[in-house]
């Protein structure tokens, strides 16, 4: 069976819970884990490049020892350390650890006080009142648990896009072979680029006895829920679901419509087809028994009076409306982005090189590239205090790489009262300031909203970085006023991050909307820390168009020239 590379992150974030849960040194559980993040989103096939005796690319934090793991697990699924581990350890007690505010000691404590064994065992405990009595634990922390893990429980799961489409990408090309098959294209939540994807949904146009074959026997098939022979449903070995339709030639359009939804925008569809005497489902557009459009989703649009719908709009958010008005927003491409102003060298935690950063950036077709590593607050990631940042500003002078400019910036913390972790005389020699919050998350909505506000106010601020700071599946974020946020950014004429990040994704696209709206300019950030994490730039894009931004909305599509005016204005 095919190993993905979200396959060797999972590895590793499970080697990572687990040597936290034997209390093992906190440098090499975050070294798993900074590597798991890292491999997850990698568009880059890592199994196949070993396979094909590639050398693995310079990744950030990831040496001899972790490249060595990683072979291992690209050939055999798993790696000797991971056996030990969970030898060792409960497995019930890792899925604790996914409760926020419950760290290895306090799961340790919940397991060894009260013989917790489960999730359903934990909110059994806190809603009957057990957990409170432990040291360490107390009323409000036991309701935040019982809350979290009753959620946690009831909720399905859901993959990042950009996970989902490694699983996508070969079994879309599996299915292209199929004898018959004119057509084969994802639909769904993955076609409409929502940052996560509960399950996949693929549409087969054409003759569908081989598609289906092909598509049941699939090598990565785990359990086939459903079969037929025009529709199909599996679950993948990565716990993934996927189904399958497959439709005539002449309904590929209807059907892809309505397979790509929203369901909201599809009954404000079918409500408006209804007012022209027409009905629309997967199968084409009707007037009675006659079957008037269907083919293309052009016709489909047309049919009722609107020019197509890009998939990201398709939300039931007006986009209707919009279309009917003749105002739909040119939406931004990957091919606008002309610059990156946030990015990460070996200065602080990144795994290349100012120069190799460079390279990578413009071979990734960047005119410009602002270095921002991190400042001295975030000493887990080797950040800058005034000195080492003055001595990488001489670096970055002395770096020339053909077709690309370098700016001079930080990555600045914003400390818990708003003011910034170095002082103005070095901050105002930089090109790029960008603020971030990266600590004391759970402050209470005014706190945090008010500490935000003093940093958007500060003279030398360039930009907020990935505002709310949320780790999809992992962190919900920081509990903040954007509406508040996004007015103080536009009144200072501060720039908004749209971190790409696969697991960040931050702004998400109704803030990005909100930018938009309150007159705000957003950045589209790989915050790459290796040269192939300019690739991210591509998921941003993707959610920056869910948020009806334009070209003109996002800073760095503009030319250096205009930029540059830009900042020091």
Known sequence: MPVHNADIARVFEEIADLLALQDANPFRVRAYRNAA????????DLAAALREGRPLPKLPGIGADLGAKIADIARTGTTPLLGRLRRQTPPALVEMLRIPGLGPKRVRALADTLGVKSLADLEKAAREGKIRGIAGFGEKTEAAIARAAAERLGAA???????????AEPLLAHLAAARGAKRVVAAGSLRRQRDTVGDLDILVAGEAH????????YGEVAEVLAQGPTRASVRLACGLQVDLRAVPVESYGAALVYFTGSRAHNIALRRLAQGRGLKINEYGVFRGRRRIAGETEESVYAAVGLPPIPPELREDRGELEAAKAGRLPRLVERSDLRGDLHAHTRWSDGAASVAEMARAARAAGLEYLAITDHSRRLAAAHGLDPLRLRRQLAEIDAVEVEGLALLKGIEVDILDDGTLDLPDAVLGELDVVVAAVHSAFQLPRARQTERVLRALAHPRVTMLAHPVGRLLGARPGCDLDMLKIARAAAAHGKILELNAQPERLDLDDLHCRMAKEEGVRVAISSDAHGPAQFEYLRWGIGQARRGWLEAADVVNTRPLGALRALLER
């Not at 993040?37 to 880059?44: D, H, K, V």
């Not at 081989?210 to 026997?217: C, E, T």
């Open 37 to 44: 993040r890292t491999i997850g989103n990698l568009s880059l």
């Open 157 to 167: 799961r859901r993959f990042e896009l950009a996970v989902a489409w490694q699983y």
């Open 210 to 217: 081989d598609a289906m074959r092909r598509f049941v026997s």
